[in-house]
């Protein structure tokens, strides 16, 4: 097998170039463009969902496509989806904190 060349990624490149032209008005996420997967363009943020739901919004990505899962630690919420943009695979991935539960003292619900 050869080793990839900077024109092995020109179609995640072409894209990301479409979206900035586009899109800079949009949060700015974290870039991902690797030559393990040539055609994958992912885009990455963190703190919150909005960015992401800006970004899926903005793309005309459905919402049902949208999969949600939270880590193994129980405090990060993960969204992911998966589209097509300008001939590269586009992945969209959304990081956020899940909020910590209140307990609830036993007797200190409703009618007590």
Known sequence: ????????????LL???LLG???????APTVEVSPI?????????????????AWREALNIAPKSVVHRVQ?????????????????????????NVPAVEPVLAGSGVGS
């Open 21 to 27: 032209a586009e899109f800079g008005h949009l949060p």
């Open 72 to 96: 193994c630690d129980g405090r990060t919420g993960v969204l992911r989806v998966h589209a097509t943009f300008a001939g590269a695979q586009l992945q969209l991935t959304g990081f956020a």
């Open 37 to 53: 997967y040539p055609e994958r363009l992912e885009l990455t943020f963190h703190d919150d969902f909005a960015a992401f739901e």
């Open 1 to 12: 097998m050869r080793a990839r060349t900077l024109a092995d990624l020109s179609a995640p």
């Open 15 to 17: 894209a990301l170039r």
